[in-house]
């Protein structure tokens, strides 16, 4: 009966699991996620049972919801076999998951069951009935999700791992967790100083917790080569070879970091050695790509006349991981920059086009990757297109997204060299003039602008976009 389905729906939406936080399909890419989880069921890192339910709302959102009740099966057995004292509390989220894919299925009846399977063993360990219970395992396990799903959601695993280290603050998986999105934060936001230290702090004590977690070793080496103590990362990459060499998500930690300490062809031994046991890793091509690109530089950097076939191989070598990245990930947004830059370095123009067209079509980017792609593609127009009023354009649409942001900078810096280069040669139109009047307002330089924006209105009187650009500034001064 409809009643019953109503109160059913209304109790579906009080459980606390995978299909109640809010994960939502178009932030992620499915397939990519689906390969993730499953290279770390054969190197755990933390419980198997949190990545069998997340991997159960993964095969459901790709309307596999079969699939999804294996992995549910699945991961019933482990909590059996490790937690068999607690299975009540351990297994919340397993059947909170069930009770949903049941709902989608049509089924019910099973659905109810899970339900009030949930109910009861609330009920049971929560000592005040009325209070939804919060219990640090689920809010762990609710930050993992978050933090699988991408730097979207990092601010609430940041906040999941908070809640669930308030009652158990030694409890070591909470702390890599929490140790994990800090550090992915801090990267995020490059300004901080404060985070830095703060995620260094947590990675030190997530490693003292986690003496066998690798993963956390290699954050941390890389963590300290950020403070410039590339000596004390490097012992901690060191010692976690010794203890799996073969896990891929470590390796390619220890990979970036000997790239980074500019030991290019130590880090492509590493990540060739990844690529065997994970073939199909887009961020593994990826970063082969990089390690290609950046032997690139130092030979153009190191010889005037670098030979050319040496240069044609390591620009053929780059291109084809970088396109292998992409095509394994269509949103992996900085391969397909990497590609088109790398298409336009070989002159193949026609590819590079297309490879930036690809990059602006990604519905999932973040305002400081659009900025990135406006400069890049900025460069592009200018440099191999040489079409400057299309870079100006470009540079400009980067500038407007109000971000601060390493890409805002680049665009910033490139339209300013550009303007003044035109205006110098006499070309300065006037929307030459009014972009640079943009810029000057942009750094606070209002004198300046107001100059530009009056030597734009004279080249083009009834403009009303420079008009009301100048009103503004000088009532704002």
Avoid at 244 to 271: E, Q, S
Avoid at 292 to 315: A, D, G, M, N, W
Avoid at 338 to 359: C, G
Wanted: hydrophobic share 35%.
């Amino acid at each position: 009966s409809t009643i019953s389905n109503n109160s059913l729906k209304s109790s579906l939406l009080k459980l606390e699991c995978h299909f109640t936080w809010a994960l939502l399909k178009q932030d992620v890419d499915l397939d990519e996620l689906e390969e993730t989880i499953e290279d770390q069921f054969e190197f755990f890192i933390q419980s198997n049972v949190t990545n069998y339910n997340l991997l159960s709302y993964v095969c459901h959102l790709k309307n596999s919801n079969e699939e999804a009740l294996k992995n549910l099966k699945i991961a019933e057995e482990e909590i059996k076999k490790n937690h068999p004292d607690e299975i009540a509390r351990r297994s919340l989220v397993t059947w909170g998951n069930y009770a949903w894919i049941y709902y989608h299925m049509k089924r019910h009846e099973e659905a109810q069951t899970y339900v009030s399977k949930v109910e009861n063993s609330c009920k049971e360990l929560s000592s005040t009935a009325k209070e939804k219970i919060q219990l640090p395992e689920v809010c762990a396990e609710q930050g993992w999700a978050y933090l699988k799903f991408g730097r979207k959601y990092y601010e609430r695993a940041k906040n999941c791992f908070e809640n669930a280290l308030k009652t158990e603050h030694d409890n070591p998986e909470f702390n890599t967790g929490y140790a994990i999105v800090m550090y992915r934060l801090a990267e995020l936001f490059y300004k901080q100083d404060g985070d830095r230290r703060l995620s260094l702090e947590l990675l030190e004590r997530a490693v003292e917790l986690n003496p066998k977690d690798t993963l956390i070793m290699a954050l941390l080496a890389l963590r300290l080569q950020d403070e410039k103590r590339v000596d004390e990362g490097e012992k901690y990459i060191e010692e976690a070879m010794q203890k799996t060499p073969d896990f891929p998500h470590f390796l390619r930690y220890a990979a970036k970091f000997y790239r980074r300490k500019g030991d290019v062809d130590k880090a492509l031994k590493i990540l060739k050695k990844a690529l065997k046991v994970t073939p199909k890793s887009s961020f593994l091509h990826h970063q082969v790509g990089i390690c290609y690109k950046e032997k690139l530089f130092e030979l153009k950097k190191s010889t005037r006349h670098p030979p050319q076939e040496q240069v044609e191989e390591l620009i053929k070598l780059a291109i084809f991981h970088f396109k292998t990245a992409t095509e394994k990930k269509t949103k992996f947004f900085c391969a397909r920059i990497d590609l088109a830059n790398m298409y336009a370095r070989a002159k193949r123009y026609e590819e590079a086009e297309e490879a930036f067209q690809k990059a602006f079509q990604i519905n999932i980017l973040f305002n400081d990757d659009k900025q990135r792609l406006y400069f890049y593609y900025g460069n592009f127009c200018r440099f191999h297109m040489k079409l400057e009023s299309e870079a100006i354009r470009y540079y400009k649409e980067g500038l407007k997204i109000e971000e601060d942001s390493y890409g805002r900078t680049q665009c910033c810096n490139a339209l300013n060299e550009l303007l003044e280069c035109r205006i110098q040669r006499g070309l300065g139109d006037a929307t030459d003039f009014s972009a640079l009047g943009l810029i000057h307002n942009l750094k606070g330089e209002k004198h300046e602008a107001i100059q530009c924006y009056e030597k734009a209105v004279e080249l083009h009187p009834d403009n009303e976009e420079y008009l009301s650009a100048l009103y503004e500034l000088r009532l704002s001064l």
